[in-house]
C-alpha cells in the first residue's frame, strides 16, 4: 500500500467544446484539462484557438481516440505527425490511447472495440506501438475500454492481455475507473481484486466517468454524474497506485456545468480520503 | 492468427457491427448493443453537422437517419464526413429541394469554420510576374436556392421555416473577414457569372474594365475575393 507522503494526483477534466468556455471560467477548480488529440487536428478555428489559449492556463495531458492501435494494418503516418504537433503546441508529458480498435481499410465505425486476446494480437500491438512511438517520441500510456462481448478465440484474460501488452511494450496504464467496473459487472469478476493485482506503479492516469444501464448491460456512456461504486473503487485505486492525474469525461448531456464541478470536487474528496 | 487473418477477422467484425450480419460465437444480443452505440454516435455526429437541416425535417429525421446507418456504411470517424454522407443520401432520396439547399448551407459553413491549407496564399504560377490577378476566395461555396434559406440561420433559432420563393436567388456562403465568422449573402445573377468564372487565378486585365476594378475592391472588402500581385 502506498503512502501518504507520496506525490498527491492532480484532478482534471476532460476537454469538450461545446461545454468549455462555460467551465473555463472555474479552471481553479481543476490542476489539469485532458485534450483529445482529435480535437484539435480537425477542430475549427473556434476550438484550436480554445485550446491555445487553454494552454497558457492550465497544464495539458493528450491523449487520442482514432489511431485504433489494434487494427492489422499498421498506423498512418502523416496521422501520427499531425499528432506530435498537436503534442508539442500543448506541451504534453505522454500520450495515451485505447488498447483497442475502431476501423479497418474498408470501414470507421468510430466505436472502441475490444481486440482478440492472443499472443499474435500482443506482437502485432507491439509493431504498431514501435511506429507510434518513431513519430511521436513520447511515452505512451494506454487506457484499458469497456466491452460488451467476448471472441472466442480469446486466449487469455483482459488483465493478462492488457498487463502483458503494457510490460512488453514499455507503456504505462491509463486505468479508466468506469470501464473497470462496468466490465467487471459485465462480465462477472472482482474489480477491486483486480485493481489489487495491478503491478505496483504501472497506472500513470485514470479516467472516472457516469455510466448507464441498458437492457440489462452496463455501458460506458459519459452522460450522468459519477456513481459511487465508481468512485469507491477509485478510492481502492489510490490505495495501491499513484496515477500523476485523474480525469472527470463527461461529454453527453451536460444539461448544466455545475454537474461536472460537483463531480471534481467528489473526486477530490476522494484523493483526500485516500491521502489521510 | 497471423496478421491478414486478423485484418480479416477485424473486417468481419466491423461489417456485422455496421451491418445486420451475426458473427459466430459471440451473443446477438452484446452485438446488437453496440450496434446501437455505434448507430447513436453516427446520427449524433449527423446532427451536430446539420442541426437546422435535422430540424427541418422533423419526424422524418428518426426514419430517414435509421435508413441512411443501414444504407452508407461508416467511413470516417470525422462528423463531416457523416454529414456529407447524409446530403448525399438526402439527395439521392429526392428530399425537398429546400431541405437539399438547407443542407449544402450548413456544409459549406461547417467547411468554412475548419482550418485549412487553402487558406495559404493561392500559388499563382499560371499568372504572369508582375501581374494582377485575382481568384474568389477559397471557400467561399455559391448556390442557387428556391427557398431563402438564411431564415434558418438568423439569430440561435433553427427552428425555422423557410417559404418557396416565387424566383431562385443566389447565394454566397463566405467567411467574413477578418474574424472568419461564417455568413449568407445574396448575389446578382450577374455577380455569380462573374464570381464562377473565378475559381481559378485570372489576370485582372484580362477580366475588367476600369469601372468594374472599383467594384472589385469593394468585393475584396467584402471578403468575396482575393486580389494578390502575381510572383515574379
Request: hydrophobic residues 45%; contains cysteine; proline residues 5%.
Amino acid at each position: 500500500m502506498l503512502s501518504h507522503l507520496d506525490a498527491r494526483p492532480r484532478v482534471g477534466i476532460g476537454f469538450r467544446a461545446e461545454v468549455f468556455e462555460a467551465v473555463a471560467e472555474r479552471l481553479d477548480l481543476v490542476d489539469v484539462v485532458e485534450v483529445t488529440a482529435e480535437h484539435y487536428i480537425f477542430g475549427n478555428r473556434r476550438v484550436r484557438a480554445l485550446i491555445e489559449r487553454l494552454r497558457k492556463r492550465v497544464p495539458i495531458v493528450a491523449h487520442g481516440v482514432t489511431l485504433s492501435l489494434g487494427t492489422a494494418t499498421a498506423p498512418d503516418r502523416s496521422f501520427l505527425r499531425e499528432v506530435a504537433r498537436f503534442l508539442r503546441v500543448v506541451g504534453a508529458p505522454w500520450y495515451s490511447e485505447h488498447l483497442a480498435f475502431t476501423k479497418t481499410p474498408s470501414r470507421d465505425l468510430s466505436q472502441l472495440l475490444p481486440l482478440v486476446r492472443t499472443e499474435e494480437m500482443i506482437e502485432l500491438v507491439l509493431e504498431n506501438l514501435a511506429i507510434v512511438r518513431e513519430e511521436l517520441r513520447i511515452p505512451i500510456v494506454l487506457e484499458n475500454v469497456a466491452y460488451y462481448f467476448e471472441y472466442p478465440g480469446s486466449s487469455m484474460s483482459e488483465f493478462d492481455f492488457l498487463i502483458r501488452t503494457l510490460t512488453r511494450g514499455d507503456c504505462a496504464l491509463l486505468l479508466d475507473v468506469e470501464n473497470l467496473r462496468i466490465n467487471a459487472t459485465n462480465h462477472g469478476y472482482d474489480a477491486q481484486a483486480a485493481v489489487r493485482d495491478l503491478p505496483t506503479g504501472i497506472v500513470r492516469a485514470a479516467h472516472v466517468a457516469g455510466g448507464t444501464l441498458l437492457n440489462g448491460v452496463h455501458v460506458d456512456s459519459h452522460d450522468r454524474p459519477v456513481s459511487d461504486d465508481t468512485l469507491a473503487l477509485l478510492k481502492d485505486l489510490l490505495q495501491w497506485q499513484r496515477p500523476e492525474c485523474i480525469i472527470l469525461e463527461r461529454d453527453q448531456q451536460v444539461r448544466d456545468v455545475s454537474e461536472i464541478l460537483d463531480d471534481v470536487r467528489r473526486i477530490r474528496d476522494v484523493v483526500e480520503q485516500a491521502q489521510s | 492468427m497471423r496478421r491478414d487473418e486478423l485484418l480479416a477477422f477485424q473486417e468481419h467484425v466491423i461489417h456485422a457491427l455496421s451491418g445486420e450480419n451475426p458473427i459466430a460465437g459471440i451473443d446477438p444480443g452484446r452485438l446488437e448493443l453496440v450496434r446501437d452505440l455505434a448507430k447513436a454516435k453516427r446520427i449524433a455526429k449527423v446532427e451536430s453537422v446539420l442541426p437546422r437541416t435535422c430540424n427541418a425535417l422533423g419526424g422524418e429525421f428518426s426514419r430517414l437517419s435509421n435508413d441512411f446507418v443501414q444504407a452508407t456504411p461508416p467511413r470516417s470517424f470525422r462528423s463531416r464526413a457523416d454529414g456529407l454522407a447524409f446530403y448525399r443520401f438526402l439527395a439521392r432520396r429526392g428530399a425537398a429541394p429546400g431541405i437539399l439547399e438547407l443542407a449544402y448551407c450548413e456544409l459549406a459553413i461547417t467547411a468554412l469554420r475548419t482550418p485549412s491549407s487553402r487558406e495559404q496564399p493561392g500559388f499563382l504560377s499560371s499568372v504572369d510576374g508582375g501581374t494582377i490577378a485575382i481568384r474568389r476566395a477559397p471557400g467561399v461555396r455559391l448556390r442557387t436556392c428556391q427557398y431563402d434559406v438564411r431564415e434558418f440561420f438568423e439569430g440561435d433559432a433553427i427552428e425555422r421555416r423557410a417559404a418557396a420563393l416565387p424566383s431562385p436567388i443566389h447565394l454566397a456562403i463566405l467567411a467574413d473577414p477578418p474574424v472568419s465568422t461564417p455568413r449568407i449573402t445574396q448575389l446578382s445573377p450577374g455577380l455569380l457569372d462573374f464570381l464562377r468564372g473565378l475559381r481559378a487565378w485570372r489576370v485582372l486585365s484580362e477580366v475588367m474594365d476600369e469601372e468594374a476594378m472599383r467594384l472589385l475592391h469593394h468585393l475584396e472588402q467584402q471578403g468575396l475575393l482575393e486580389i494578390a500581385l502575381a510572383r515574379e
